[in-house]
């Protein structure tokens, strides 16, 4: 093995030392990050389905990596539908604010001004997305950009099972919330399905969008769609008082971005 891989298992085994676990792929993430100087996180497509957010570094990569998914937009949606690494050296950018309208100017709200995102896979084979966030405006060097490379890459070793798929106990490798923040969504899909007649994929589509008006993690919706607090019914939604308050001030924030 290379020295510079070596260098990268073995950050990630310290952690899991250090925690007394076995090894996992947040530990991989959690490495990344440290190695970065970044916040980390990474998004899996379980069952050959739609890339999901399974874990994240901190709440504020765990935020814009949930709203890259539901605004179906970011470096992270497009390292995914397979265009190899994307860079976003520097989101204040009229380039960046261009190809990114939406999401852009919530990361700089945010204090995010660079966001990396890698695949997770082989060739043709994509089982997820590892993406960094970074406070600095600023290109990765040549060796940063490889370790990260390196750190998907055993992020992708601890994934998959010698049937190069997920393996059975993947759960216990990601973290406890996984499994059931995947087991809501996809429960309030189908009750979203059923209440307007739709599509599952549509409802999923629905479901996005009411939370990215809602300035809520998708999540949260899905939890409220499954406790009844939340009905798509009358097929148009959950009624103005059910948004979180906070998604003024999420406007706010984005306005006063757009206006510098």
């Known amino acids: ?10 950050s990630i085994t310290s ?12 530990h991989a993430v959690m490495a990344c990050a440290d190695a970065l100087g970044a916040e980390a996180a990474l998004l899996l497509a379980p069952d050959h389905g739609p890339y999901e ?10 935020e814009l990596t949930d709203l890259q998914t539901t605004l179906g937009e ?7 539908a397979g265009q190899g690494p994307v860079l976003g050296a520097d989101l204040r950018t009229a380039g960046s604010r261009a190809r990114w309208p939406q999401f852009a100017p919530v990361a700089l709200a945010r204090g995010i001004a660079a966001v990396f995102a890698v695949p997770v896979g082989s060739g043709a084979a994509r089982l997820g997305v590892l993406c960094l966030y970074r406070e600095q405006a600023e290109e990765l060097t040549r060796d940063q950009l490889d370790n990260v490379l390196l750190y998907a890459d ?6 998959l099972d010698d049937r190069g798929g997920l393996a059975p106990g993947s759960a216990e490798l990601i ?10 969504v996809h429960q309030a899909t189908g009750m979203v399905s059923v209440q307007v007649g739709i599509s599952v994929t549509d409802a999923l589509v629905m479901l996005r969008a009411c939370a ?17 607090r939340l009905s798509f019914a009358d097929g148009h939604g959950p009624a103005p008082g059910l948004l979180d308050r906070n998604d003024d001030q ?5 306005n006063e971005m757009e206006g510098q």
């Open 74 to 80: 970011g470096p992270a949606v497009e390292a995914g």
């Open 250 to 254: 999420n406007r706010a924030d984005t």
């Open 175 to 184: 973290g406890p919330s996984f499994p059931e923040r995947r087991a809501e």
């Open 154 to 159: 055993a992020a992708l070793l601890l994934a």
């Open 15 to 26: 952690l899991a030392r250090g925690e007394g676990t076995p090894v996992a792929i947040r």
């Open 53 to 62: 957010p399974v874990f994240a570094t901190g709440a504020r990569s765990d």
């Open 1 to 10: 093995m290379p020295p510079r891989a070596v260098g990268v298992w073995l």
């Open 212 to 228: 990215y008006a809602a300035g809520r993690p998708i999540a949260e919706i899905a939890a409220d769609v499954i406790g009844r």
